[in-house]
């Protein structure tokens, strides 16, 4: 059985991670670390969980106990804890932060998106999970960069969960501001722009197209819904844009290429990516939906770690959307 730890365990993805855990046929948590909530029960705080576990949160840090070490803190303080709580070689690492995304010469995180990376992490000690806005808007992409295929300016629009923003209240995330409302943040400068880019002119250097994202706050608890206008050669056929993309992710775990419209039903509570295409004369529209918490988050971090320790790397994330 892989042994895992948790630092930063209070939060939703780390509540999503448990409950992945908690049923995962290959894995077993030893520990969750979270001082603020030392000694009480995990469903003190992750109160889905009742009925499932009775373990406790530890303030303590029994880290050669483990075989993998999943960070769910906040941006920024991945690197801080790290810093200050040195973990022994063996041990891996998958963070859920974004302070090791971008590769740099000062670290060996490898950018753990599966599509594009498997076989990389399959190799790695240290993994960085992508973000979930990250995550939706490259897996609509990634196809046309393998190709060459992006050479103008991209426009992308982009509706998150509540869930997204995290546990700690704001204004905009309380239900009397959230319900019935929508607004946009951060438009033409959010976080994951980097990692896009980086990931695109890795399968097509000299990618310098502008990204032109416009995040929205949805009304709804989760799920990422995304479209992408992308300029193409109106010459180019839609079946063969089609052709690339099958193409592209017929390999792939859990996304897929679907002929039909896409909703957000059809992926919430699973781990599963969903991608469809439309082309208009020289314009190609991309829509592509994920489950923030899973496939943009907790969903995905075990599936990197399916992938680290060689097992199935369906395993844990059998998971099945809604029907309502």
Known sequence: MIKVGIIGGAGYTAGELIRLLLHHPEAEIAFVHSTSNAKNLLTDVHEGLLGETDM???????????????????????????????????????????DFRIASPEHDYVYGLPELNREEIRAARHVANPGCFATAIQLGLLPLAANWLLHEDIAVNAITGSTGAGVKPAATTH????????????????QHLAEIRQSLARLQPGFESSVDFIPYRGDFARGIFCTEVVRLDPALPEEDIVKMYRQFYESAAFTHYVDRDLDLKQVVNTNKALVHVQKFENKLLITSVIDNLLKGASGQAVQNMNLMFGIDEHAGLNLKPSAF
């Open 56 to 98: 406790r949160f530890t303030d303590r840090l029994p880290l050669k106990s483990v075989d993998v070490l999943f960070l769910c803190m906040g941006h920024g303080k991945s690197a801080e804890f790290l810093a200050e709580h040195p973990v022994p070689q063996n041990v891996r690492i998958i963070d859920l932060a974004q």
């Open 175 to 190: 239900f009397s501001w959230r319900m019935g409302n929508m607004s946009i943040y951060k438009p033409f400068r959010h």
